[in-house]
């Protein structure tokens, strides 16, 4: 039994994608079903893989195959990128038509099994040479079948507005990567004839490669998006507010030097957005939109929060989102999520500007805070 470099980096990665699945399926952080459909999709991909590369240790005709895992992993795929942008067809069940190759092709691999009868011999009246065309046909089909619902996905993936941007660019990378490798698939055969190059071999590994990357980022992004959701939900039913020290008692103790009354209406009317509209919870905010939004220009505003607040237009915002992510902290409803997700909700566009932001305000990092306030 020897194994290749190419064996080995097709093993790891059936190891770590197998423990996503696992993650998602026995860890308390992935409950919704839209996790269930990724899940279903990795799986497919890694029993595709294991029947394909290993082919020599997998029986013939065996357990394995009797699911045509193949058509399931793009309609799974398409399935977990409709439930995660919550487009409308995800609860249609006219979309289930889509489920029928899956299930056809998978009918045909149990009658084999347990009846010991070939339909695709059956079909082509037992002729060798017709068999292998209905087969390649079979291969054609499910690549443009795969293509066409990863291509639909990516474009329904890039449309919506429901996602947070870092949830958007990893489907989206995803689905890109998977149409490609498709693609490549379909001209392997071409290229290996005109270069003599066994493009297939590299394929499986680079969806080994494929399935590590997505095995480290999707445990990352799953988890970060349901925990902003959840938390979204916590903020809207008011739970941030349940306590005595407000967001606008911390801007107080924050903003000392500033007088509201005394100071140029348009600062107070900045100010009330940041209050009372919570303009810096959108991680998208510019300095144009909000100069916009008071009816003045770029350069008024930096000179008006120079002079009344000392201050600049991110260091102004950022003060915001910190104070919101403090408020978080202090609510023991929230100490089941993690500092990433509580500053992406505050604000935040990365870890990094959270950390360094929260540093610069409370002289200390976000950890270090949240551990003292729970010791105290």
Same mark, same amino acid.
């Given at each position: 039994?020897?194994?290749?470099?190419?064996?080995?980096?097709?093993?790891?990665?059936?190891?770590?994608?197998?423990?996503?699945?696992?993650?998602?399926?026995?860890?308390?952080?992935?409950?919704?079903?839209?996790?269930?459909?990724?899940?279903?999709?990795?799986?497919?991909?890694?029993?595709?893989?294991?029947?394909?590369?290993?082919?020599?240790?997998?029986?013939?005709?065996?357990?394995?195959?009797?699911?045509?895992?193949?058509?399931?992993?793009?309609?799974?795929?398409?399935?977990?990128?409709?439930?995660?942008?919550?487009?409308?067809?995800?609860?249609?069940?006219?979309?289930? $038509? &889509? *489920?029928?190759?899956?299930?056809?092709?998978?009918?045909?691999?149990? =009658? /084999?099994?347990?009846? %010991? @009868?070939? !339909?695709?011999?059956?079909?082509?009246?037992?002729?060798?040479?017709?068999?292998?065309?209905?087969?390649?046909?079979?291969?054609?089909?499910?690549?443009?079948?795969?293509?066409?619902?990863?291509?639909?996905?990516?474009?329904?993936?890039?449309?919506?507005?429901?996602?947070?941007?870092?949830?958007?660019?990893?489907?989206?990378?995803?689905?890109? $990567? &998977? *149409?490609?490798?498709?693609?490549?698939?379909?001209?392997?055969?071409? =290229? /290996?004839?005109?270069? %003599? @190059?066994? !493009?297939?071999?590299?394929?499986?590994?680079?969806?080994?490669?494929?399935?590590?990357?997505?095995?480290?980022?999707?445990?990352?992004?799953?988890?970060?998006?349901?925990?902003?959701?959840?938390?979204?939900?916590?903020?809207?039913?008011?739970?941030?507010?349940?306590?005595?020290?407000?967001?606008?008692?911390?801007?107080?103790?924050?903003?000392?030097? &500033? *007088?509201?009354?005394?100071?140029?209406?348009?600062?107070?009317?900045? =100010?009330?957005?940041?209050?009372?509209?919570?303009?810096?919870?959108?991680?998208?905010?510019?300095?144009?939109?909000?100069?916009?939004?008071?009816?003045?220009?770029?350069?008024?505003?930096?000179?008006?929060?120079?002079?009344?607040?000392?201050?600049?237009?991110?260091?102004?915002?950022?003060?915001?989102?910190?104070?919101?992510?403090?408020?978080?902290?202090?609510?023991?409803?929230?100490?089941?999520?993690?500092?990433?997700?509580?500053?992406?909700?505050?604000?935040?566009?990365?870890?990094?500007?959270?950390?360094?932001?929260?540093?610069?305000?409370?002289?200390?990092?976000?950890?270090?805070?949240?551990?003292?306030?729970?010791?105290?």
């Amino acid at each position: 039994m020897n194994f290749t470099f190419f064996d080995i980096l097709i093993i790891l990665g059936l190891a770590l994608s197998f423990f996503l699945v696992v993650l998602i399926f026995f860890s308390k952080s992935f409950r919704k079903d839209v996790h269930y459909y990724f899940a279903t999709a990795i799986i497919s991909i890694n029993f595709f893989l294991i029947i394909t590369q290993f082919e020599s240790f997998v029986p013939s005709n065996g357990i394995l195959e009797l699911i045509s895992w193949e058509f399931l992993f793009p309609f799974a795929f398409m399935m977990f990128s409709l439930k995660a942008i919550r487009h409308p067809l995800n609860s249609n069940r006219k979309i289930w $038509f &889509l *489920s029928i190759p899956f299930i056809l092709f998978s009918s045909f691999q149990c =009658i /084999d099994f347990f009846f %010991d @009868f070939d !339909v695709y011999d059956w079909l082509v009246g037992y002729d060798e040479n017709k068999l292998i065309y209905i087969i390649e046909a079979k291969t054609i089909f499910f690549l443009l079948f795969s293509i066409a619902l990863i291509g639909f996905s990516y474009f329904k993936i890039k449309n919506a507005n429901t996602l947070y941007k870092a949830e958007r660019k990893w489907l989206k990378l995803n689905s890109l $990567f &998977l *149409s490609f490798f498709l693609l490549i698939w379909i001209l392997s055969g071409v =290229i /290996d004839t005109i270069y %003599d @190059f066994p !493009v297939w071999e590299y394929l499986l590994v680079v969806l080994a490669i494929f399935l590590m990357i997505i095995t480290f980022f999707g445990v990352h992004h799953l988890n970060i998006s349901e925990q902003r959701k959840q938390i979204s939900k916590l903020v809207v039913k008011g739970s941030i507010q349940n306590h005595k020290e407000t967001i606008a008692e911390l801007e107080l103790e924050n903003l000392t030097t &500033l *007088s509201l009354s005394k100071t140029n209406k348009k600062i107070e009317l900045l =100010i009330s957005l940041m209050k009372q509209e919570n303009y810096y919870l959108d991680s998208n905010l510019t300095r144009t939109a909000v100069a916009k939004k008071l009816d003045i220009s770029e350069g008024y505003l930096s000179e008006l929060l120079k002079t009344n607040l000392h201050t600049n237009f991110n260091d102004f915002v950022n003060e915001y989102r910190v104070n919101h992510s403090i408020k978080m902290f202090q609510n023991k409803k929230f100490d089941i999520f993690t500092i990433e997700a509580i500053g992406f909700e505050a604000g935040f566009k990365s870890k990094s500007v959270f950390y360094n932001s929260f540093k610069k305000v409370k002289k200390k990092s976000p950890g270090i805070y949240r551990k003292e306030l729970k010791m105290s």
